[in-house]
């Protein structure tokens, strides 16, 4: 890991609102101020090769720009989301602020300390959310970890105003039942809803106890953010969902969400929900409603995230085999899991179906020291009829490719470096991997944030797309 040096100011919040998940233990600030080096240019790989202990390598078409190395003290980067000039950036311990107005050189501005599980982030004009999905003393910046069958654990979601980029505020805390894994912003004209995704890895949790069947939604008046309050809890799975094992061997159960992603422009959503990947209606955003249900119980044992296409008439699902710890991009597991699942959506309205067409997993082979699977990606948005994404494979890189033969998916770029380690397994690799505003971004768990510039014929014209906001799992309508 590298160590970070002093001179940025870091932000240690203390508590807001009033106090708990599996986390990395009890953090305590630190300092950083990495600016974007140049990385080493790297190779592209021979066909069979993997390359060497930290070694990067990437295909002709992609160029790595920057990289920032990783300040996090718990050394688990996680999710990714942009506004504006800046990216934001969750850990273990907090979040950062970086200025990307220059992709060659981007900037640390700002660490936030807050431990716990996992952080995921989305951020929405002055106001960052964060997920607390790890048992906690309080809501407080300065809580601790500690069993979650304590009655005063606590965890949920987590808002700051941003406004002063140098000097975030913890303004209010929601808890929600079973914490917050993910969550998932959904905007609207004088409100801001967050489904919130949850599950039970372990049932003698308290508020995990099945029937964990739906999802918190939090509603967050845009005037009055510190107002912000759980409204509904929707039950998706009134059957229970998958049973999982022993019914269906290597199939988790479905004991909630992981991730969901909508598509406001369509009000759809897509759930990967453990054992179950599902379609729903959220026009009426309190009340979403399943319009249509699958399960993979050959290829997929949990369903981690979800992503539209363009055209809405594609969703890609994600297995995370292995719960993103195990080596399973090799011979051994195969290419059909811990891959992606193609649905074509097909028929109109209520009548709606996911209908399965293909598989994709990276086509290169990683050592089996390396973590690796299927995870975070977007869409990189080309328009005209095309279908490409980015996605981070953990200690697989990231990948790009393309599914607009939903059957016959290929990759195009990749960008990876070799493992962490040689004499056991390691953690770390990309977490998530996003295009926004003509580059790839990708938090690395142990490396901190990659920039990448992808020159492709196919995807020249998602370099005229600009936004003013990315969160992954909230799509904007890119054209």
């Known amino acids: 890991m590298a160590v970070a040096a002093a001179g940025l100011l870091t932000t240690l919040l203390a508590a807001g609102p009033a106090a708990a998940t599996p986390d990395p233990g009890d953090l305590s600030p630190g300092s950083a101020n990495r600016q974007g080096a140049s990385p080493a240019e790297g190779r592209e790989l021979a066909p069979g090769d993997i390359p060497g202990q930290d070694e990067i390598v990437h295909s002709a078409n992609i160029?790595?720009?920057?990289?920032?190395?990783?300040?996090?003290?718990?050394?688990?980067?996680?999710?990714?989301?942009?506004?504006?000039?800046?990216?934001?950036?969750?850990?273990?311990?907090?979040?950062?602020?970086?200025?990307?107005?220059?992709?060659?050189?981007?900037?640390?501005?700002?660490?936030?300390?807050?431990?716990?599980?996992?952080?995921?982030?989305?951020?929405?004009?002055d106001l960052l959310f964060l997920s607390t999905d790890s048992s906690r003393s309080d809501d407080s910046c300065n809580s601790v970890s500690q069993p979650a069958t304590e009655k005063s654990s606590w965890e949920g979601i987590k808002i700051f105003d941003i406004k002063d980029k140098k000097n975030p505020k913890y303004?209010?805390?929601?808890?929600?039942?079973?914490?917050?894994?993910t969550h998932t912003l959904v905007p609207g004209d004088r409100d801001i809803y967050l489904y919130v995704a949850s599950y039970s890895p372990n049932e003698a949790f308290p508020d995990c106890k099945p029937p964990h069947d739906g999802i918190s939604v939090v509603k967050v008046p845009k005037k009055a953010p510190t107002k912000a309050a759980v409204v509904a809890f929707p039950v998706l799975f009134p059957d229970g969902g998958n049973p999982g094992g022993p019914t269906n061997p290597g199939v988790s159960k479905t004991t909630g969400c992981h991730d969901i992603t909508v598509l406001p422009s369509k009000n759809l959503a897509a759930g990967a929900c453990m054992g179950d990947g599902i379609l729903f209606d959220i026009s009426r955003p309190e009340q979403p409603r399943v319009i249509d249900r699958v399960q993979d119980n050959v290829n997929?044992?949990?369903?981690?995230?979800?992503?539209?296409?363009?055209r809405a008439n594609k969703v890609v699902f994600t297995d995370e085999l292995g719960g993103g710890v195990g080596a399973t991009c090799n011979e051994a597991t195969g290419p059909n899991r811990g891959a992606d699942g193609i649905y074509d959506i097909t028929g109109r309205g209520d009548q709606r179906k996911l209908v399965f067409r293909g598989y994709f997993k990276i086509p290169r082979h990683q050592a089996d020291t390396e973590n690796c699977v299927a995870h975070n990606g977007s869409l990189v948005p080309v328009g005209g009829g095309r279908d490409i994404m980015v996605q981070a494979w953990?200690?697989?890189?990231?990948?790009?490719?393309?599914?607009?033969?939903?059957?016959?998916?290929?990759?195009?770029?990749?960008?990876?470096?070799?493992?962490?380690?040689?004499?056991?397994?390691g953690l770390g690799g990309s977490w998530s991997a996003y295009y926004y505003n003509g580059h790839i971004y990708s938090n690395d768990i142990a490396k901190g944030l990659d920039v990448l510039r992808l020159d492709d014929w196919r995807t020249e014209s998602a370099k005229w797309v600009w936004m003013d906001r990315l969160n992954v799992q909230s799509q904007p309508e890119y054209h």
């Open 300 to 310: 997929f044992a949990f369903w981690h995230s979800a992503t539209f296409n363009e």
């Open 63 to 125: 160029k790595p720009l920057a990289n920032i190395p990783s300040s996090d003290p718990t050394g688990i980067n996680t999710d990714l989301a942009f506004q504006g000039r800046y990216a934001y950036a969750g850990s273990y311990s907090g979040f950062t602020i970086y200025d990307i107005a220059n992709p060659k050189a981007p900037k640390t501005v700002t660490q936030v300390l807050c431990p716990g599980g996992q952080n995921d982030v989305s951020v929405h004009g």
């Open 171 to 181: 303004i209010k805390s929601v808890e929600t039942a079973c914490g917050s894994h």
């Open 394 to 425: 953990y200690q697989g890189g990231v990948s790009v490719w393309e599914f607009t033969d939903s059957a016959r998916p290929k990759e195009i770029a990749y960008f990876e470096r070799g493992p962490l380690t040689t004499d056991q397994l």
